[in-house]
């Protein structure tokens, strides 16, 4: 199997990908390494165009921006929400009135912008497929063993009980429990979600795969699967109706998901964390109304924030998150993020023509 340096993939994509191969240096190892490459990867963009087309009739940069921002969105919903988590509604209006901007601090005593579990265990599953240059769970497994080694910040109970067993027993698939029920399987689902896109099945395989490596529980499971399911449509256009409707099949199968009316709960089970991401979802205007309104419930506010930053973030876009929480981010983060939002895009077809 070829391996191919990711800068140099990404400039390669990004040229063919968006139409700017006038901007090729002829001397240069990019040009060396396209010209190698250049029939198979515009039969994959042909591929990927074709399949894209199956859900709507935007064009492959809006897809891209979307996908740039459900993946930044999500680090900033974790940066922003880390820093009230376990505060109740209440606590945070007294201390703050309405919580809006990125400062860091919060019971983690964070930096300003730094991100928390939820966002690096999501840049973990999309190095695994990067590395591998296919959907590997072993691969997952071990990058989440890794990171669990390496001392991370904060790492839910159900996150490293899964990952101990791994490292002990080298399992793959937790046992079903019933107490497994938390949210920590669908805060990192996004890698799985641009990998798939826009296949339906392939979303349900790797969603599931992902998330029985830590939580195997058919709640977590639906609330993952439903989360997939809004993501692959909103990336690819949908309204908010559309993605109502889809929501209201959930609520049909599990009451439990109903948030009409909300409860105002914002705990770490998997129903609260829904039902409070989609009461905001649905009911702001901008993205930034859907975060603030998410994060300021307090409770899990991390792992809320990161859910609806993903989601609101592929419905409006890039040019809808506010610049002043951007430039607070982590710099390297957000370049991270940028590069492997167009990998994961692309990699799927194309890896089907770099391999021996």
Request: charged share 20%.
């Amino acid at each position: 199997m070829l391996v191919f340096n990711h800068s140099i993939l990404e400039k390669a994509l990004n040229a063919l990908l968006l139409g700017k191969c006038c901007d090729i240096n002829a001397g240069s190892q990019f040009a060396e390494i396209l010209g190698v490459l250049i029939c198979p990867l515009w039969l994959c963009v042909g591929m990927f165009r074709e399949r894209t087309s199956m859900f709507n009739q935007h064009n492959l940069e809006e897809i891209l921006d979307r996908a740039r921002a459900a993946f930044i969105g999500m680090a900033i919903g974790d940066a922003l929400g880390a820093s009230v988590e376990f505060l109740t509604a209440s606590e945070i209006a007294e201390k703050y009135g309405t919580f809006r901007n990125i400062v860091g601090g919060g019971w983690l005593r964070l930096k300003p912008g730094q991100v928390t579990d939820d966002t690096e265990m999501a840049l973990c599953i999309a190095r695994a497929i990067l590395q591998n240059q296919t959907w590997s769970v072993e691969a997952i497994a071990e990058n989440f063993a890794a990171w669990l080694k390496s001392r991370p910040v904060d790492c839910g109970d159900t996150c490293r009980k899964g990952i101990r067993a791994y490292i002990i027993n080298r399992q793959l698939v937790a046992p079903p429990n019933e107490w497994d029920a938390g949210n920590g399987a669908a805060m990192r689902i996004l890698p799985a979600v641009l990998f798939s896109l826009p296949d339906g099945e392939l979303l349900k395989k790797y969603v599931i795969e992902q998330a029985h490596i830590t939580h195997n529980n058919p709640v977590s499971d639906a609330a993952c699967l439903c989360l997939g399911q809004l993501l692959h449509m909103a990336l690819c256009g949908a309204e908010k109706s559309r993605l109502l409707r889809h929501v209201d099949i959930l609520v049909s199968r599990i009451p439990a998901f109903n948030y009409v009316p909300y409860h105002g709960l914002a705990s770490g089970y998997v129903v609260d964390t829904i039902q409070t991401v989609f009461h905001w979802f649905f009911r702001g205007r901008s993205f930034e109304e859907c975060l603030v309104g998410t994060v300021n419930q307090g409770g899990d506010a991390d792992t809320t924030g990161a859910i609806c930053g993903m989601l609101a973030g592929a419905y409006y876009g890039m040019a809808a998150i506010p610049q002043r929480w951007l430039k607070k981010m982590d710099v390297k983060v957000i370049a991270e993020i940028d590069t492997i939002t167009k990998l994961l895009l692309a990699y799927r077809s194309f890896c089907k023509f770099i391999k021996a």
